[in-house]
């Protein structure tokens, strides 16, 4: 049996609106329940099955404003003119604890997050084609036709980003898509600084 690790992993997932995360980490967290998932902070409005605490924890702008007054996010990003953000605290005590640790964030976070925490480890999840993108954002229905335009813009932007990223999956199925992650955390947690710990005393 391996040893517990002392320190957990920070695992950052993302992609482009419409891609298909939180399908994909559902999945991933079926198979892996030892996973912590952090739910971000958010101030957009919840979209219809959406919980509370659950995908996200909704708040209102101002109270967003506070804490990011009181530095209590690891990271916070706009995007179409709504904030989110991930909590130092939750993520800290989780690692601290040897528990991996989930985040799903956008392409602005995931680079604040490097910067803090230089062996996080980042996946990008795109789609099979900007097509299908198109067709997944459209198939929702939850947005009007200018809310999808910008959202295919950013999602543009957001893929131009995949070069700063360690792995890219690609979403063409969701059970293809989460055993390729499956597979990558398994080769991240055999890297030799993670396991040095069982040759102690050797």
Known sequence: ???KKQRGQL???SGPSGVGK???IAELLSDRPDIFFSVSFTT???RVGEADGVNY???SKDIFQDMIARDEFLEYACYV?????????VIEEQLDAGIDVLLEIDVQGAAKVREKCPDALLIFISPP???ELSRRLRGRHTDDETVIKERLQQALEECRQIPKYDFLVVNDKVSHAVEEILAILTAESCRTKYRMNVMEGV
């Open 1 to 3: 049996m391996t040893p």
């Open 11 to 13: 695992i950052v997932l």
């Open 22 to 24: 939180s399908t994909v």
């Open 44 to 46: 957009r409005q919840p």
């Open 57 to 59: 924890r909704f708040v």
């Open 81 to 89: 003119d709504n904030f989110y953000g991930t909590s130092l605290k």
């Open 129 to 131: 084609s900007f097509e």
